[in-house]
Protein backbone atom coordinates (compact mmCIF):
# COMPACT_ATOMS: atom_id res chain seq x y z
CA UNK A 1 0.00 0.00 0.00
CA UNK A 2 2.50 2.36 0.88
CA UNK A 3 4.81 1.55 -2.28
CA UNK A 4 1.72 1.96 -4.37
CA UNK A 5 1.28 5.58 -2.28
CA UNK A 6 4.76 6.70 -2.53
CA UNK A 7 4.46 5.62 -6.99
CA UNK A 8 1.48 7.67 -7.15
CA UNK A 9 3.21 10.57 -5.35
CA UNK A 10 6.19 10.17 -7.59
CA UNK A 11 4.12 10.47 -10.62
CA UNK A 12 3.06 13.88 -9.87
CA UNK A 13 6.28 15.28 -9.87
CA UNK A 14 6.70 15.45 -13.66
CA UNK A 15 2.12 16.69 -13.58
CA UNK A 16 3.60 19.70 -11.03
CA UNK A 17 6.36 20.91 -13.00
CA UNK A 18 4.56 21.28 -16.30
CA UNK A 19 1.83 22.80 -14.55
CA UNK A 20 4.39 24.75 -12.47
CA UNK A 21 6.00 25.89 -16.15
CA UNK A 22 2.43 26.61 -17.98
CA UNK A 23 1.44 29.15 -14.69
CA UNK A 24 4.92 30.55 -14.99
CA UNK A 25 4.94 31.23 -18.37
CA UNK A 26 1.19 32.64 -18.25
CA UNK A 27 2.24 36.23 -17.25
CA UNK A 28 4.70 35.82 -20.02
CA UNK A 29 2.17 35.12 -22.73
CA UNK A 30 0.12 37.42 -22.00
CA UNK A 31 0.58 40.69 -25.01
CA UNK A 32 1.79 43.46 -23.54
CA UNK A 33 4.73 44.12 -21.56
CA UNK A 34 4.63 42.50 -17.55
CA UNK A 35 6.28 45.50 -16.31
CA UNK A 36 4.20 47.80 -17.99
CA UNK A 37 1.44 46.45 -16.34
CA UNK A 38 2.63 46.08 -12.98
CA UNK A 39 3.94 50.00 -12.81
CA UNK A 40 0.04 51.49 -13.84
CA UNK A 41 -0.74 53.10 -17.02
CA UNK A 42 1.52 56.47 -15.74
CA UNK A 43 4.54 54.83 -15.07
CA UNK A 44 7.59 56.72 -16.76
CA UNK A 45 10.60 54.90 -18.69
CA UNK A 46 12.49 54.52 -15.70
CA UNK A 47 9.74 53.32 -13.25
CA UNK A 48 9.03 51.01 -15.97
CA UNK A 49 12.75 50.16 -15.74
CA UNK A 50 12.78 49.98 -11.97
CA UNK A 51 9.33 47.46 -11.85
CA UNK A 52 11.60 45.63 -14.28
CA UNK A 53 14.26 44.69 -12.31
CA UNK A 54 12.21 44.78 -9.36
CA UNK A 55 10.44 41.76 -10.41
CA UNK A 56 13.15 40.14 -12.13
CA UNK A 57 11.76 40.56 -15.74
CA UNK A 58 15.49 41.60 -17.05
CA UNK A 59 17.27 37.83 -16.27
CA UNK A 60 17.04 35.36 -18.48
CA UNK A 61 13.97 33.26 -18.74
CA UNK A 62 15.35 30.04 -17.10
CA UNK A 63 16.70 32.05 -13.71
CA UNK A 64 13.28 33.90 -13.85
CA UNK A 65 11.84 30.40 -14.06
CA UNK A 66 13.79 29.24 -11.05
CA UNK A 67 13.42 32.29 -8.59
CA UNK A 68 9.70 31.91 -9.09
CA UNK A 69 9.62 28.40 -7.77
CA UNK A 70 11.94 29.12 -4.94
CA UNK A 71 9.73 31.59 -4.24
CA UNK A 72 7.01 28.73 -4.34
CA UNK A 73 8.94 26.19 -2.17
CA UNK A 74 9.47 29.17 0.40
CA UNK A 75 5.23 30.22 0.27
CA UNK A 76 5.68 32.81 -1.86
CA UNK A 77 3.63 33.96 -4.22
CA UNK A 78 4.35 37.45 -5.15
CA UNK A 79 2.28 40.64 -4.46
CA UNK A 80 -1.33 41.51 -5.56
CA UNK A 81 -1.64 44.35 -7.96
CA UNK A 82 -4.62 44.94 -6.92
CA UNK A 83 -4.69 45.30 -3.65
CA UNK A 84 -0.55 45.57 -2.82
CA UNK A 85 -0.80 42.79 -0.24
CA UNK A 86 1.05 39.16 -0.64
CA UNK A 87 -1.02 36.31 -3.12
CA UNK A 88 -0.93 34.08 -0.40
CA UNK A 89 -2.15 36.57 2.35
CA UNK A 90 -5.62 37.26 -0.21
CA UNK A 91 -6.13 33.93 -0.78
CA UNK A 92 -5.66 32.66 2.54
CA UNK A 93 -8.50 35.11 3.91
CA UNK A 94 -10.82 33.55 0.51
CA UNK A 95 -9.90 29.86 1.40
CA UNK A 96 -12.28 29.25 4.22
CA UNK A 97 -15.30 30.61 2.83
CA UNK A 98 -14.70 28.37 -0.42
CA UNK A 99 -14.12 25.38 1.80
CA UNK A 100 -17.31 25.68 3.94
CA UNK A 101 -19.35 26.17 0.76
CA UNK A 102 -18.07 22.76 -0.82
CA UNK A 103 -18.80 20.59 1.66
CA UNK A 104 -22.08 21.56 2.63
CA UNK A 105 -23.01 21.44 -1.12
CA UNK A 106 -20.67 17.74 -1.30
CA UNK A 107 -22.80 16.51 1.93
CA UNK A 108 -26.08 16.93 0.38
CA UNK A 109 -25.55 16.13 -2.84
CA UNK A 110 -24.41 12.69 -1.68
CA UNK A 111 -26.77 11.89 0.56
CA UNK A 112 -29.60 13.19 -1.84
CA UNK A 113 -27.90 11.74 -4.96
CA UNK A 114 -27.40 8.21 -3.53
CA UNK A 115 -30.70 8.03 -2.10
CA UNK A 116 -31.86 8.88 -6.02
CA UNK A 117 -29.85 6.37 -7.18
CA UNK A 118 -30.80 3.26 -5.04
CA UNK A 119 -34.53 4.39 -5.27
CA UNK A 120 -34.00 4.26 -8.92
CA UNK A 121 -31.51 1.29 -9.28
CA UNK A 122 -34.15 -0.73 -7.37
CA UNK A 123 -37.23 0.52 -8.94
CA UNK A 124 -35.83 -0.25 -12.05
CA UNK A 125 -38.20 1.11 -15.18
CA UNK A 126 -40.97 2.11 -12.77
CA UNK A 127 -42.17 5.86 -12.49
CA UNK A 128 -40.06 6.30 -9.32
CA UNK A 129 -36.83 5.34 -11.75
CA UNK A 130 -38.09 7.71 -14.75
CA UNK A 131 -38.59 10.63 -12.27
CA UNK A 132 -35.32 9.94 -10.22
CA UNK A 133 -33.59 9.80 -13.83
CA UNK A 134 -35.01 12.89 -15.04
CA UNK A 135 -34.88 15.27 -12.07
CA UNK A 136 -30.82 13.84 -12.48
CA UNK A 137 -30.49 14.74 -16.68
CA UNK A 138 -32.39 18.04 -15.63
CA UNK A 139 -30.17 18.89 -12.94
CA UNK A 140 -26.86 18.12 -14.68
CA UNK A 141 -28.33 20.37 -17.83
CA UNK A 142 -29.45 23.47 -15.04
CA UNK A 143 -27.03 25.95 -15.58
CA UNK A 144 -25.93 26.83 -11.84
CA UNK A 145 -26.21 30.59 -11.93
CA UNK A 146 -29.48 30.41 -13.29
CA UNK A 147 -30.84 28.29 -10.31
CA UNK A 148 -29.11 30.36 -8.22
CA UNK A 149 -30.70 33.57 -9.24
CA UNK A 150 -34.29 32.08 -9.27
CA UNK A 151 -33.70 30.84 -5.97
CA UNK A 152 -33.00 33.96 -4.61
CA UNK A 153 -35.89 35.43 -6.36
CA UNK A 154 -37.86 32.67 -4.57
CA UNK A 155 -36.52 32.43 -1.15
CA UNK A 156 -35.42 35.41 -0.80
CA UNK A 157 -36.96 38.30 -2.40
CA UNK A 158 -40.76 36.67 -2.64
CA UNK A 159 -40.92 34.68 0.82
CA UNK A 160 -37.53 36.86 2.44
CA UNK A 161 -36.52 33.46 4.11
CA UNK A 162 -33.32 33.62 3.42
CA UNK A 163 -30.70 35.83 2.76
CA UNK A 164 -29.64 37.09 -0.81
CA UNK A 165 -25.99 36.49 -0.93
CA UNK A 166 -22.60 37.00 1.54
CA UNK A 167 -21.63 34.25 3.95
CA UNK A 168 -22.85 36.23 7.70
CA UNK A 169 -24.34 32.24 9.00
CA UNK A 170 -25.16 28.80 8.29
CA UNK A 171 -28.37 30.21 7.06
CA UNK A 172 -26.72 31.97 3.77
CA UNK A 173 -24.92 28.69 2.76
CA UNK A 174 -28.29 27.17 2.06
CA UNK A 175 -29.26 28.36 -0.95
CA UNK A 176 -25.39 28.41 -2.78
CA UNK A 177 -24.91 24.75 -1.78
CA UNK A 178 -28.28 23.81 -3.36
CA UNK A 179 -27.22 25.22 -6.42
CA UNK A 180 -23.68 24.07 -6.23
CA UNK A 181 -24.73 20.84 -5.19
CA UNK A 182 -27.12 20.39 -7.55
CA UNK A 183 -25.10 18.96 -10.85
CA UNK A 184 -23.20 16.70 -8.33
CA UNK A 185 -26.03 15.03 -6.98
CA UNK A 186 -27.29 14.08 -10.28
CA UNK A 187 -24.02 12.86 -11.42
CA UNK A 188 -23.73 10.95 -8.16
CA UNK A 189 -27.43 9.58 -8.21
CA UNK A 190 -26.68 8.41 -12.09
CA UNK A 191 -23.76 6.44 -11.03
CA UNK A 192 -24.98 5.14 -7.90
CA UNK A 193 -27.97 3.52 -10.23
CA UNK A 194 -25.57 2.04 -12.81
CA UNK A 195 -22.97 0.51 -10.10
CA UNK A 196 -25.70 -0.88 -7.98
CA UNK A 197 -27.71 -2.72 -10.91
CA UNK A 198 -24.48 -4.29 -11.77
CA UNK A 199 -24.15 -5.42 -8.53
CA UNK A 200 -27.98 -6.44 -8.14
CA UNK A 201 -27.27 -9.03 -10.81
CA UNK A 202 -24.34 -10.58 -8.67
CA UNK A 203 -24.22 -14.36 -7.66
CA UNK A 204 -23.98 -13.41 -3.81
CA UNK A 205 -26.97 -10.92 -4.04
CA UNK A 206 -29.06 -13.78 -5.42
CA UNK A 207 -27.49 -16.25 -2.66
CA UNK A 208 -28.96 -13.41 -0.01
CA UNK A 209 -32.19 -13.78 -1.57
CA UNK A 210 -32.14 -17.17 -1.43
CA UNK A 211 -31.55 -17.21 1.93
CA UNK A 212 -34.73 -15.00 2.46
CA UNK A 213 -33.18 -11.60 3.55
CA UNK A 214 -35.62 -8.98 3.28
CA UNK A 215 -35.07 -6.91 -0.07
CA UNK A 216 -34.31 -3.99 2.36
CA UNK A 217 -31.27 -5.73 3.84
CA UNK A 218 -30.32 -7.10 0.78
CA UNK A 219 -29.90 -3.84 -0.92
CA UNK A 220 -28.53 -1.80 1.95
CA UNK A 221 -26.26 -3.64 3.48
CA UNK A 222 -25.12 -6.68 0.81
CA UNK A 223 -25.35 -4.10 -2.12
CA UNK A 224 -25.03 -0.96 -1.62
CA UNK A 225 -21.64 -1.56 0.26
CA UNK A 226 -20.40 -3.29 -2.61
CA UNK A 227 -22.08 -0.87 -5.22
CA UNK A 228 -20.22 1.85 -3.38
CA UNK A 229 -16.71 1.51 -4.45
CA UNK A 230 -17.08 3.20 -7.83
CA UNK A 231 -19.18 5.70 -5.97
CA UNK A 232 -17.30 6.58 -3.75
CA UNK A 233 -14.16 7.77 -6.64
CA UNK A 234 -16.71 9.16 -8.63
CA UNK A 235 -17.73 11.73 -5.83
CA UNK A 236 -14.30 12.58 -5.03
CA UNK A 237 -13.82 13.33 -8.88
CA UNK A 238 -16.71 15.36 -8.08
CA UNK A 239 -14.67 17.51 -6.08
CA UNK A 240 -12.68 19.22 -8.90
CA UNK A 241 -16.28 20.48 -10.84
CA UNK A 242 -17.47 21.85 -7.24
CA UNK A 243 -14.02 24.43 -7.39
CA UNK A 244 -14.76 25.37 -10.89
CA UNK A 245 -18.65 25.90 -10.26
CA UNK A 246 -17.83 27.85 -7.10
CA UNK A 247 -17.02 30.40 -10.02
CA UNK A 248 -19.72 30.95 -10.92
CA UNK A 249 -22.03 30.49 -7.57
CA UNK A 250 -20.34 32.42 -5.98
CA UNK A 251 -20.54 35.29 -8.18
CA UNK A 252 -23.94 34.68 -7.94
CA UNK A 253 -24.12 34.78 -4.37
CA UNK A 254 -21.48 37.32 -3.81
CA UNK A 255 -19.74 35.10 -1.55
CA UNK A 256 -16.33 35.90 -0.14
CA UNK A 257 -14.43 33.01 -1.75
CA UNK A 258 -11.88 31.67 -4.29
CA UNK A 259 -13.79 31.37 -7.05
CA UNK A 260 -15.49 35.59 -6.81
CA UNK A 261 -11.50 36.41 -6.35
CA UNK A 262 -10.45 34.75 -9.61
CA UNK A 263 -13.34 36.27 -11.29
CA UNK A 264 -12.22 40.06 -9.71
CA UNK A 265 -8.79 39.47 -10.76
CA UNK A 266 -9.25 38.69 -13.86
CA UNK A 267 -11.53 41.66 -14.46
CA UNK A 268 -8.86 43.73 -12.74
CA UNK A 269 -5.90 42.19 -14.43
CA UNK A 270 -4.36 41.24 -11.63
CA UNK A 271 -2.38 38.27 -12.98
CA UNK A 272 0.21 36.98 -9.60
CA UNK A 273 -3.33 36.55 -8.08
CA UNK A 274 -4.34 34.88 -10.91
CA UNK A 275 -1.44 32.58 -11.45
CA UNK A 276 -1.67 31.70 -7.68
CA UNK A 277 -5.24 30.78 -7.67
CA UNK A 278 -4.45 28.55 -11.01
CA UNK A 279 -2.00 26.73 -8.80
CA UNK A 280 -3.84 26.67 -5.73
CA UNK A 281 -6.88 24.89 -8.14
CA UNK A 282 -4.67 22.71 -10.06
CA UNK A 283 -2.90 21.31 -7.05
CA UNK A 284 -5.70 20.93 -5.10
CA UNK A 285 -7.18 19.02 -7.73
CA UNK A 286 -4.11 16.54 -8.50
CA UNK A 287 -3.93 15.74 -4.72
CA UNK A 288 -7.80 15.31 -4.52
CA UNK A 289 -6.77 12.53 -7.44
CA UNK A 290 -4.40 11.14 -5.56
CA UNK A 291 -6.79 11.02 -2.26
CA UNK A 292 -9.22 9.42 -4.59
CA UNK A 293 -6.63 6.97 -5.98
CA UNK A 294 -5.61 5.79 -2.83
CA UNK A 295 -8.97 5.38 -1.37
CA UNK A 296 -10.20 3.29 -4.02
CA UNK A 297 -7.27 1.10 -3.59
CA UNK A 298 -8.08 0.59 0.51
CA UNK A 299 -11.83 -0.24 -0.76
CA UNK A 300 -11.30 -2.81 -3.57
CA UNK A 301 -8.47 -5.43 -2.37
CA UNK A 302 -8.10 -6.29 -6.65
CA UNK A 303 -6.30 -3.01 -7.34
CA UNK A 304 -3.45 -3.43 -4.87
CA UNK A 305 -2.59 -6.74 -5.69
CA UNK A 306 -1.56 -5.64 -8.60
CA UNK B 1 -17.87 -1.44 -30.22
CA UNK B 2 -19.85 -2.06 -32.90
CA UNK B 3 -20.15 -4.91 -34.75
CA UNK B 4 -19.69 -4.46 -38.74
CA UNK B 5 -22.19 -5.97 -41.07
CA UNK B 6 -21.37 -7.04 -44.57
CA UNK B 7 -23.39 -4.65 -46.50
CA UNK B 8 -25.00 -6.08 -49.49
CA UNK B 9 -25.43 -3.85 -52.94
CA UNK B 10 -28.82 -3.05 -53.26
CA UNK B 11 -30.48 -3.38 -49.84
CA UNK B 12 -32.12 -6.48 -49.30
CA UNK B 13 -30.03 -7.67 -52.92
CA UNK B 14 -31.18 -10.84 -54.86
CA UNK B 15 -32.13 -13.96 -52.59
CA UNK B 16 -28.63 -15.93 -51.79
CA UNK B 17 -28.77 -19.36 -50.42
CA UNK B 18 -27.25 -19.22 -47.07
CA UNK B 19 -23.83 -20.94 -46.65
CA UNK B 20 -23.57 -21.00 -50.36
CA UNK B 21 -20.64 -20.02 -52.25
CA UNK B 22 -18.93 -20.14 -48.48
CA UNK B 23 -20.27 -16.72 -47.97
CA UNK B 24 -19.82 -16.06 -44.34
CA UNK B 25 -22.68 -13.67 -43.41
CA UNK B 26 -23.54 -12.71 -40.03
CA UNK B 27 -27.04 -13.20 -39.24
CA UNK B 28 -27.04 -11.50 -35.60
CA UNK B 29 -29.85 -9.39 -35.84
CA UNK B 30 -31.11 -10.04 -39.78
CA UNK B 31 -34.63 -12.18 -39.84
CA UNK B 32 -33.97 -15.73 -41.56
CA UNK B 33 -37.05 -16.42 -43.61
CA UNK B 34 -37.39 -19.67 -44.25
CA UNK B 35 -39.20 -20.62 -47.35
CA UNK B 36 -41.52 -23.52 -48.04
CA UNK B 37 -39.09 -25.65 -49.01
CA UNK B 38 -37.33 -25.53 -45.66
CA UNK B 39 -33.90 -23.42 -47.49
CA UNK B 40 -33.56 -20.28 -46.32
CA UNK B 41 -33.80 -17.85 -49.35
CA UNK B 42 -33.19 -14.66 -48.36
CA UNK B 43 -31.13 -12.51 -46.06
CA UNK B 44 -31.78 -9.39 -44.71
CA UNK B 45 -28.61 -7.82 -43.05
CA UNK B 46 -29.10 -4.60 -41.81
CA UNK B 47 -26.67 -1.83 -42.00
CA UNK B 48 -24.57 -0.38 -38.98
CA UNK B 49 -27.00 2.84 -39.44
CA UNK B 50 -30.67 0.49 -39.53
CA UNK B 51 -29.51 -1.49 -36.21
CA UNK B 52 -28.59 2.03 -34.79
CA UNK B 53 -31.42 3.20 -35.56
CA UNK B 54 -33.88 0.24 -34.62
CA UNK B 55 -32.91 0.58 -31.16
CA UNK B 56 -32.87 4.45 -30.98
CA UNK B 57 -36.17 4.70 -32.55
CA UNK B 58 -37.37 3.27 -29.51
CA UNK B 59 -35.98 5.69 -26.75
CA UNK B 60 -39.34 8.05 -27.01
CA UNK B 61 -37.63 10.80 -24.62
CA UNK B 62 -34.23 10.50 -27.10
CA UNK B 63 -36.20 11.30 -30.09
CA UNK B 64 -38.46 13.98 -28.66
CA UNK B 65 -34.64 15.49 -27.87
CA UNK B 66 -33.35 14.78 -31.05
CA UNK B 67 -36.73 16.45 -33.17
CA UNK B 68 -35.93 19.92 -30.25
CA UNK B 69 -32.72 19.74 -31.28
CA UNK B 70 -33.97 19.70 -35.25
CA UNK B 71 -35.96 22.59 -34.55
CA UNK B 72 -33.14 24.08 -32.81
CA UNK B 73 -31.00 24.10 -35.91
CA UNK B 74 -33.78 25.75 -38.01
CA UNK B 75 -34.06 28.43 -35.57
CA UNK B 76 -30.73 29.28 -35.64
CA UNK B 77 -30.56 29.23 -39.30
CA UNK B 78 -33.97 31.28 -39.76
CA UNK B 79 -34.15 32.64 -36.14
CA UNK B 80 -34.07 36.47 -36.71
CA UNK B 81 -36.67 36.38 -39.61
CA UNK B 82 -39.31 34.92 -38.15
CA UNK B 83 -38.72 36.63 -34.78
CA UNK B 84 -41.66 39.30 -33.95
CA UNK B 85 -39.51 41.99 -33.09
CA UNK B 86 -36.13 43.16 -34.38
CA UNK B 87 -33.58 41.76 -31.84
CA UNK B 88 -31.98 45.39 -31.47
CA UNK B 89 -35.42 47.05 -31.53
CA UNK B 90 -35.49 49.34 -28.40
CA UNK B 91 -39.54 50.03 -27.00
CA UNK B 92 -38.93 52.89 -24.07
CA UNK B 93 -42.59 52.97 -23.14
CA UNK B 94 -42.33 49.23 -22.60
CA UNK B 95 -39.24 48.14 -20.41
CA UNK B 96 -39.35 45.67 -17.99
CA UNK B 97 -42.59 44.07 -19.03
CA UNK B 98 -43.49 41.09 -17.73
CA UNK B 99 -44.98 38.38 -20.60
CA UNK B 100 -48.34 39.27 -22.69
CA UNK B 101 -49.47 38.30 -25.65
CA UNK B 102 -47.44 41.34 -27.04
CA UNK B 103 -44.22 40.06 -26.19
CA UNK B 104 -44.03 36.47 -25.34
CA UNK B 105 -41.19 36.10 -22.58
CA UNK B 106 -41.73 40.26 -21.91
CA UNK B 107 -39.12 42.90 -22.46
CA UNK B 108 -35.70 43.63 -21.14
CA UNK B 109 -34.63 47.10 -19.82
CA UNK B 110 -34.48 48.78 -22.84
CA UNK B 111 -37.44 47.58 -23.86
CA UNK B 112 -36.29 44.98 -26.44
CA UNK B 113 -38.85 41.86 -27.14
CA UNK B 114 -36.96 38.93 -24.95
CA UNK B 115 -38.56 36.39 -27.33
CA UNK B 116 -36.98 37.69 -30.12
CA UNK B 117 -33.54 38.03 -28.47
CA UNK B 118 -33.62 34.24 -27.68
CA UNK B 119 -34.77 33.41 -31.02
CA UNK B 120 -31.81 35.51 -32.60
CA UNK B 121 -29.27 33.74 -29.38
CA UNK B 122 -29.97 30.33 -30.58
CA UNK B 123 -27.75 30.81 -33.67
CA UNK B 124 -24.66 32.05 -31.18
CA UNK B 125 -25.41 29.00 -28.63
CA UNK B 126 -25.45 26.13 -30.90
CA UNK B 127 -22.38 27.29 -32.64
CA UNK B 128 -20.08 27.89 -29.78
CA UNK B 129 -21.38 24.51 -28.66
CA UNK B 130 -20.81 22.78 -31.86
CA UNK B 131 -17.70 24.48 -33.00
CA UNK B 132 -16.20 24.05 -29.75
CA UNK B 133 -16.60 21.03 -29.29
CA UNK B 134 -15.87 19.68 -32.80
CA UNK B 135 -12.62 21.48 -32.66
CA UNK B 136 -11.34 19.65 -29.40
CA UNK B 137 -12.72 16.42 -30.82
CA UNK B 138 -10.76 16.62 -33.80
CA UNK B 139 -7.71 17.31 -32.59
CA UNK B 140 -7.98 15.42 -29.27
CA UNK B 141 -9.02 12.18 -31.81
CA UNK B 142 -6.15 12.64 -34.04
CA UNK B 143 -3.91 12.89 -30.55
CA UNK B 144 -5.99 9.84 -29.23
CA UNK B 145 -5.22 7.94 -32.58
CA UNK B 146 -1.34 8.80 -32.52
CA UNK B 147 -1.08 7.93 -28.86
CA UNK B 148 -2.63 4.72 -29.11
CA UNK B 149 -1.13 3.43 -32.39
CA UNK B 150 2.56 4.50 -31.93
CA UNK B 151 2.66 3.67 -28.01
CA UNK B 152 6.18 4.39 -26.69
CA UNK B 153 7.26 8.13 -26.05
CA UNK B 154 4.94 9.87 -28.10
CA UNK B 155 2.29 8.18 -26.27
CA UNK B 156 3.92 9.07 -22.80
CA UNK B 157 4.14 12.95 -24.23
CA UNK B 158 0.53 13.20 -25.43
CA UNK B 159 -0.80 11.33 -22.01
CA UNK B 160 1.55 13.71 -20.27
CA UNK B 161 -0.03 16.71 -21.65
CA UNK B 162 -3.50 16.00 -21.16
CA UNK B 163 -2.82 15.22 -17.62
CA UNK B 164 -1.97 18.68 -17.13
CA UNK B 165 -4.39 20.07 -18.85
CA UNK B 166 -7.22 17.71 -16.86
CA UNK B 167 -5.33 18.66 -14.22
CA UNK B 168 -7.08 21.68 -13.83
CA UNK B 169 -10.97 21.92 -13.37
CA UNK B 170 -12.84 22.10 -16.79
CA UNK B 171 -14.29 25.77 -16.56
CA UNK B 172 -11.33 27.04 -14.57
CA UNK B 173 -8.64 26.12 -17.42
CA UNK B 174 -11.00 28.53 -19.80
CA UNK B 175 -11.07 30.88 -17.34
CA UNK B 176 -7.26 30.81 -17.33
CA UNK B 177 -7.04 30.83 -21.15
CA UNK B 178 -9.68 34.15 -21.36
CA UNK B 179 -7.33 35.61 -18.80
CA UNK B 180 -4.86 35.41 -21.50
CA UNK B 181 -6.56 36.33 -24.49
CA UNK B 182 -8.83 38.37 -23.16
CA UNK B 183 -12.44 38.33 -22.99
CA UNK B 184 -14.74 37.39 -25.96
CA UNK B 185 -17.02 34.79 -27.97
CA UNK B 186 -14.15 33.66 -30.18
CA UNK B 187 -11.70 33.35 -27.07
CA UNK B 188 -14.83 31.56 -25.26
CA UNK B 189 -14.95 29.10 -27.97
CA UNK B 190 -10.70 28.47 -28.10
CA UNK B 191 -11.29 27.81 -24.46
CA UNK B 192 -13.68 25.58 -24.44
CA UNK B 193 -11.95 23.78 -27.08
CA UNK B 194 -8.59 23.11 -25.53
CA UNK B 195 -10.03 21.53 -22.26
CA UNK B 196 -12.06 18.99 -24.94
CA UNK B 197 -9.45 17.78 -26.37
CA UNK B 198 -7.73 15.89 -23.67
CA UNK B 199 -10.98 14.23 -22.92
CA UNK B 200 -10.67 12.84 -26.56
CA UNK B 201 -7.75 11.84 -26.87
CA UNK B 202 -7.91 9.64 -23.73
CA UNK B 203 -11.23 8.09 -24.97
CA UNK B 204 -9.89 7.99 -28.60
CA UNK B 205 -6.40 6.36 -27.28
CA UNK B 206 -8.30 3.48 -25.25
CA UNK B 207 -10.41 2.15 -28.11
CA UNK B 208 -7.09 2.81 -30.45
CA UNK B 209 -5.44 0.30 -28.28
CA UNK B 210 -7.83 -2.49 -27.85
CA UNK B 211 -8.26 -2.21 -31.68
CA UNK B 212 -4.81 -2.16 -32.52
CA UNK B 213 -4.22 -5.75 -31.35
CA UNK B 214 -7.99 -7.31 -33.02
CA UNK B 215 -7.18 -9.72 -35.94
CA UNK B 216 -8.63 -7.77 -38.63
CA UNK B 217 -6.10 -4.92 -38.00
CA UNK B 218 -3.26 -7.91 -37.56
CA UNK B 219 -4.92 -9.24 -41.07
CA UNK B 220 -4.82 -5.82 -42.90
CA UNK B 221 -1.25 -5.09 -41.46
CA UNK B 222 0.04 -8.39 -42.67
CA UNK B 223 -1.50 -7.66 -45.98
CA UNK B 224 0.70 -4.68 -45.84
CA UNK B 225 -1.03 -1.98 -45.15
CA UNK B 226 0.72 0.96 -44.09
CA UNK B 227 0.22 2.35 -40.64
CA UNK B 228 -1.67 5.55 -42.54
CA UNK B 229 -3.90 3.69 -43.94
CA UNK B 230 -4.47 1.31 -40.94
CA UNK B 231 -5.17 4.09 -38.51
CA UNK B 232 -7.59 6.19 -40.81
CA UNK B 233 -9.22 2.78 -42.40
CA UNK B 234 -9.36 0.43 -39.66
CA UNK B 235 -9.05 1.95 -36.73
CA UNK B 236 -10.23 5.04 -36.87
CA UNK B 237 -13.86 3.37 -37.53
CA UNK B 238 -13.70 1.24 -34.55
CA UNK B 239 -13.83 4.48 -32.72
CA UNK B 240 -16.70 6.13 -34.15
CA UNK B 241 -19.08 5.33 -32.04
CA UNK B 242 -17.31 6.04 -29.26
CA UNK B 243 -16.54 9.78 -30.24
CA UNK B 244 -19.82 10.37 -31.89
CA UNK B 245 -21.52 9.91 -28.05
CA UNK B 246 -18.74 11.61 -26.47
CA UNK B 247 -19.36 14.73 -28.98
CA UNK B 248 -23.07 15.08 -28.66
CA UNK B 249 -22.89 14.56 -24.65
CA UNK B 250 -20.07 17.40 -24.55
CA UNK B 251 -22.06 19.73 -26.67
CA UNK B 252 -23.90 20.71 -23.50
CA UNK B 253 -21.48 20.70 -21.52
CA UNK B 254 -19.94 23.52 -24.28
CA UNK B 255 -23.08 25.16 -24.30
CA UNK B 256 -23.24 25.52 -20.30
CA UNK B 257 -19.94 26.99 -19.59
CA UNK B 258 -19.73 29.35 -22.69
CA UNK B 259 -22.78 30.70 -21.41
CA UNK B 260 -21.67 30.69 -17.65
CA UNK B 261 -18.49 32.25 -19.15
CA UNK B 262 -20.65 35.01 -20.80
CA UNK B 263 -22.33 35.16 -17.71
CA UNK B 264 -19.30 35.86 -15.76
CA UNK B 265 -18.83 38.79 -18.45
CA UNK B 266 -15.58 37.14 -20.00
CA UNK B 267 -17.80 36.23 -23.15
CA UNK B 268 -20.16 37.50 -25.17
CA UNK B 269 -20.64 41.30 -24.32
CA UNK B 270 -23.97 42.58 -23.68
CA UNK B 271 -25.58 43.70 -26.75
CA UNK B 272 -24.83 40.71 -28.53
CA UNK B 273 -28.30 38.63 -27.43
CA UNK B 274 -26.11 35.55 -25.96
CA UNK B 275 -28.17 34.00 -23.45
CA UNK B 276 -25.51 33.97 -20.53
CA UNK B 277 -24.97 37.68 -21.60
CA UNK B 278 -29.05 38.43 -21.18
CA UNK B 279 -29.40 36.42 -18.22
CA UNK B 280 -26.26 38.61 -16.64
CA UNK B 281 -27.84 41.69 -17.14
CA UNK B 282 -31.23 40.55 -16.29
CA UNK B 283 -29.47 39.80 -13.10
CA UNK B 284 -29.90 43.76 -12.39
CA UNK B 285 -33.45 43.76 -12.32
CA UNK B 286 -34.03 40.68 -10.83
CA UNK B 287 -36.35 41.81 -7.77
CA UNK B 288 -39.08 44.08 -10.57
CA UNK B 289 -38.51 41.97 -13.52
CA UNK B 290 -37.62 38.59 -12.97
CA UNK B 291 -38.74 37.71 -16.47
CA UNK B 292 -35.57 39.08 -18.08
CA UNK B 293 -33.69 36.40 -16.14
CA UNK B 294 -35.79 33.51 -16.35
CA UNK B 295 -36.50 33.36 -19.90
CA UNK B 296 -32.95 33.07 -21.84
CA UNK B 297 -32.12 30.40 -18.58
CA UNK B 298 -34.73 28.28 -19.80
CA UNK B 299 -33.16 28.45 -23.08
CA UNK B 300 -30.06 27.57 -21.97
CA UNK B 301 -31.93 24.87 -19.90
CA UNK B 302 -34.28 23.12 -22.57
CA UNK B 303 -31.17 23.47 -24.95
CA UNK B 304 -28.32 22.19 -22.67
CA UNK B 305 -31.05 19.56 -21.62
CA UNK B 306 -32.52 18.75 -25.36
CA UNK B 307 -28.82 17.61 -26.10
CA UNK B 308 -27.71 15.78 -22.74
CA UNK B 309 -31.12 13.05 -23.28
CA UNK B 310 -30.05 12.93 -27.08
CA UNK B 311 -26.41 11.83 -26.22
CA UNK B 312 -27.78 9.41 -23.57
CA UNK B 313 -29.84 7.94 -26.22
CA UNK B 314 -27.36 7.94 -29.13
CA UNK B 315 -24.63 6.09 -25.55
CA UNK B 316 -27.47 3.31 -24.98
CA UNK B 317 -27.99 2.83 -29.22
CA UNK B 318 -24.50 3.03 -29.89
CA UNK B 319 -21.99 1.86 -27.57
CA UNK B 320 -23.87 1.10 -23.77
CA UNK B 321 -20.53 0.43 -22.56
CA UNK B 322 -19.63 3.82 -21.86
CA UNK B 323 -21.04 5.07 -18.43
CA UNK B 324 -22.44 8.17 -17.89
Known amino acids: MLKFIVRRLLGMIPILFVVSVLIFSFVRMIPGDPARLAAGPDASYQDIQAVRAKLGLDKPMVTQYLIYVKGLLHGNLGTSLKSGRPVTKVIGSRFMATFWLTVASMAWAFVIGLFIGVLSAVKRNKWQDYAGMFSAVSGISLPAFWLGLMLIQVFSVQLGWLPTGGFASWQSLILPSLTLGSGVAAVIARFTRSSLMEVLKEDYTRTARAKGLPPNVIVWKHALRNALVPVVTMTGLQFGFLLGGSVVVETVFSWPGLGRLLIDSVAFRDYPTIQGEMLLFALEFILINLVVDVLYALLNPQIRLE | ?324
Open chain 2, 1 to 324: MPQSFEKPAHGSGPPTLAGAGGQAVEPSAAELPVARDGFQTELTVSSPFTEFWKKFRKQKLAMAAAAFIILLLVIALIGPSIAPYRMDQPDYNNMLAGPSLQHLCGTDEFGRDIFSRILAGTRISLWVGLSSVAVGAVIGTILGLISGYYGKWVDAMIMRISDVLLAFPGILLAIGIIAILGPGLNNVIIAVAIFGIPIFARIVRSSTLALKSTVYVEAARSLGARNRRLIWKHIFPGTASTVIVYFTMRIGTAILTAASLSFLGLGAQPPTPEWGAMLSSGRDYLTQAPHVAFFPGMAIFLTVLAFNLFGDGLRDALDPKIKG
